[in-house]
């Protein structure tokens, strides 16, 4: 039970991991807390739906239409929110308050059009299979999402670390003012940095639309909310932080669902982060340097 | 090569340049010096399109810089070694160097072998993380970095600041080996003797003015610089 439990855990967290990463990447990079993360995320998970739904596409083409449509929106979310802003070089709070607006239109848009429904995935979308394994079930749709997340994890810090393109983020990361005077153009390293963004959010919309079976406009917030524990709990900036971060906060949620009330969950999870931050005030694996330099250093 | 005239720069409300111009001709060093504060690394801000400028003209080769996004002047090959070097200490030598090439379009060859010519240090540490280097292998891998531009001009904000004399001696030298090999230099520097001693014309700015400007070697001479700029017996080289 606990085991099978703990399997459910890392499902759940590993998804939670990746839409957190896209939220840290683009802190990391831009310093933007992009309020507007989990309606890229919910739109992600509608793309996927109607990709598998009216184009009847199988579910590896929903996934990245998902993600391509997450990503797409992430940069327009950018041109419209966030790029005014920093032209007139807006204080970071400026960027908050932006994409809070963004989110309220982007949620109302998706209520308007599913009429406030709770939309699913056919069946067929993905074959539901299990396997036994040491006494514990496990779906075949759990094994491929640890898989897609591993599989985008391991490309997010192959492209950052491996590729001149990431260089060149990494190094608008550590220091945007000298990035510009090294030719590095700040509106293709934004594209990349939001697409990237948006593309993670877009996939771990589909993957939680699959798991739990249900696509709906406020899936994003509980998430969003989530994500803030999760970057603070790993460390604002750090892609390890938030993956092992992520992970911890599926478990608990889990656990705290199955062996206590589901109610609890968030009481739970928050009372971690404070215990946490009461030991670690800047996350497990969080430096005084901030998110910015955590995105270059890795 | 390189024309201002008439430059005038404010932020927040401040008047950091007036009325600024000069003319650094192809092949050249050329030095511009002055006290602390006195608008040095504005005037290099704004050439490099970090700074706005509120009237005025600069034209590099013929382009109109102002106005220019900062990644695209680099591009034209007007690049800014920034003060305090600014090396990305996350990434290894070799990183550095790489990102210095995106600035060189399609210009450069063989850059690289050259630049570990000039700073062999550069070559046996090239796995090392920038971070981890002293202060003056910092310096030459700015230098370095700028250098895989295939810079038209080189643009240096305070070189010698925070360096060792010897080491400040070896930069230098870099510098007019450089120079020889046909790169002009815009070089800012607080060390005004040494700044005069290896430049062809000059400029000394205070309070964001241009109060004097020459051939290096005759302000080396002039009374008023020598007393102002050089009397100080304490002058480090």
């Known amino acids: 039970m606990l085991a099978q439990q703990l399997l459910n855990g890392v499902v759940v967290g590993s998804v939670y991991g990746l839409f957190a990463l896209g939220f840290t990447l683009l802190f990391g990079v831009n310093h933007i807390m992009n309020m507007a993360h989990g309606a890229v995320f919910m739109w992600g998970a509608f793309a996927g739906l109607f990709a598998a739904t009216m184009l009847d596409l199988p579910f590896i083409a929903a996934l990245a239409i998902g993600a391509l449509a997450g990503g797409l929106l992430s940069v327009l979310l950018d041109w419209v929110a966030f790029r005014p802003l920093r032209k007139r070089k807006a204080p970071e709070f400026s960027a908050i308050v932006s994409s809070i607006g963004a989110n309220l239109i982007l949620l109302s848009l998706a209520q308007q059009m599913t009429a406030t429904r709770v939309m699913r995935f056919p069946f067929d979308t993905f074959p539901i299979r299990i396997y036994e394994v040491f006494g514990l079930r496990v779906q075949l749709l759990q094994l491929v999402i640890i898989g897609i997340v591993i599989l985008m994890v391991v490309g997010l810090v192959w492209y950052l670390q491996r590729t001149s393109a990431g260089r060149q983020i990494r190094t608008v990361a550590y220091s945007e003012s000298t990035s510009r005077l090294l030719g590095i153009n700040p509106f293709s390293v934004n594209f990349q940095v939001f697409f990237l963004s948006g593309a993670l959010a877009g996939v771990a919309g589909v993957l939680i639309g699959l798991v739990f079976n249900s696509v709906h406009f406020m899936m994003g917030e509980p998430l969003l909310l989530r994500a803030f524990v999760v970057i603070i709990l790993g460390g604002l900036g750090s892609i390890p932080g938030a993956l092992v971060a992520g992970l911890l906060i599926g478990i608990v949620q889990v656990l705290t669902v199955s062996y206590l009330s589901a109610g609890l969950a968030d009481v739970v999870v928050f009372s971690l982060l404070f215990l946490v931050l009461l030991a670690r005030p800047t996350g497990l694996f969080g430096s005084v340097h901030g998110g910015a330099a955590r995105v270059a250093r890795q | ?237």
């Open chain 2, 1 to 237: 090569m390189l024309d201002v005239s008439g430059l005038n720069v404010s932020y927040s409300g401040i008047r950091a340049l007036q009325d600024v111009s000069l003319t650094v001709g192809q092949g050249e060093i050329f030095a511009l010096i002055g006290p602390n504060g006195a608008g040095k690394s504005t005037l290099l801000n704004t050439l490099s399109g970090i700074v706005p400028a509120q009237a005025g003209q600069a034209t590099f080769e013929g382009q109109n810089l102002l106005g220019m996004p900062a990644h695209r002047i680099a591009r034209a090959g007007l690049i800014q070694v920034p003060e305090g070097r600014q090396v990305i200490a996350p990434l290894t030598v070799r990183e550095n160097l790489e990102l210095g090439r995106i600035a060189s379009s399609g210009r450069g060859g063989s850059e690289l072998d050259h630049v570990h010519d000039l700073f062999p240090v550069l070559a046996e540490r090239r796995n090392q993380l920038a971070g981890s280097l002293s202060g003056g292998q910092q310096q030459m891998l700015a230098i370095g970095r700028a250098l895989m531009g295939a810079p038209r001009i080189l643009v240096l904000d305070e070189p010698s600041l925070g360096l060792a004399p010897v080491i400040v001696r070896e930069v230098f030298d870099a510098l007019l080996r450089l120079n020889r090999e046909g790169l002009t230099i815009l070089l800012i520097e607080q060390n005004a003797k040494l700044a005069l001693e290896t430049a062809r014309h000059a400029a000394i700015l205070e309070q964001g003015r241009v109060v004097m400007r020459g051939v290096a070697a005759d302000l080396a001479h002039d009374p008023l610089v020598v007393d102002h700029y050089l009397g100080r017996a304490e002058d480090p080289v």
